[in-house]
């Protein structure tokens, strides 16, 4: 069983809404139904998957700091399910990195990005837009949600073509605090467990609730992804 921490959206922005982002892959999860949640997009960089993250508008995409570097130039691959199959239609150039200002690497707080496209992509039955949080409140402990990605299948394990899917339930701040001890800042991180969580390359997916997206996938234990 893992516990995933989330940060909370705190982009001035696009306060009160909330996400999440993580250091991670969905290990133990199931494939998710093919665009079933058009909404996810695969960060690339060089044609390789790196993250995850998500559209909010047909120009802007949520996703982890920690993904990008400085002077790097990422690609967002949108409605797509399998990535071994390239479409270059859906493949778009990221023009302006918006990392939070107040990110810290080494801890890892604040650690959400917005990134702006290069032109709008078109909504269709593959690409979609999800919801922020309307509200800034908590959500409440034992709480049924999902997380989605491309990442590993097992601690060091090989990265998946097809986006998976798994359920992970909130976090009581008293056990994450226990379990994270410093890391964890409760005004702006809330903590998940499941049976299936993230690995290695599902940062920067959302953490979904009802709907809409609550969180961005932060980091998780590196030596478990289950």
Not at 77 to 98: A, P, Q, R, W
């Amino acid at each position: 069983m893992t516990i995933i921490i989330i940060s909370l959206l705190l982009l001035v922005s696009l306060e009160p809404h909330l996400t999440f982002t993580a250091r991670v892959d969905i290990d133990d999860g199931t494939e998710a139904k093919p665009h079933s949640r058009p909404y996810m997009v695969s960060l690339q960089k060089n044609s390789w998957h790196i993250c995850g993250g998500f559209l909010i508008t047909e120009q802007f995409v949520l996703t982890a700091a920690h993904c990008w570097e400085k002077g790097d130039a990422l690609t967002v691959v949108v409605g797509t399910h399998d990535l071994s199959e390239k479409n270059y239609c859906n493949i778009f150039k990221v023009t302006s990195y918006f990392p939070h200002p107040d990110y810290n690497s080494e801890t890892m707080k604040n650690d959400i990005m917005l990134l702006k496209l290069n032109t709008k992509v078109r909504l269709n039955n593959n690409v979609g837009l999800i919801s922020l949080s309307k509200k800034r409140k908590d959500v409440k402990a034992d709480t049924v949600c999902s997380v989605a990605g491309w990442g590993r299948l097992w601690k060091n394990g090989p990265k998946t073509n097809c986006l998976r899917e798994a359920e992970t339930i909130i976090v009581n701040r008293a056990e994450c605090e226990r379990r994270w001890k410093s890391l964890y800042k409760a005004s702006k991180m809330i903590c998940v467990y499941g049976h299936g969580g993230s690995c290695n390359g599902d940062s920067g997916g959302p953490l979904v609730c009802n709907n809409t997206a609550v969180g961005i996938t932060a980091f998780g234990d590196l030596y478990l992804c289950n």
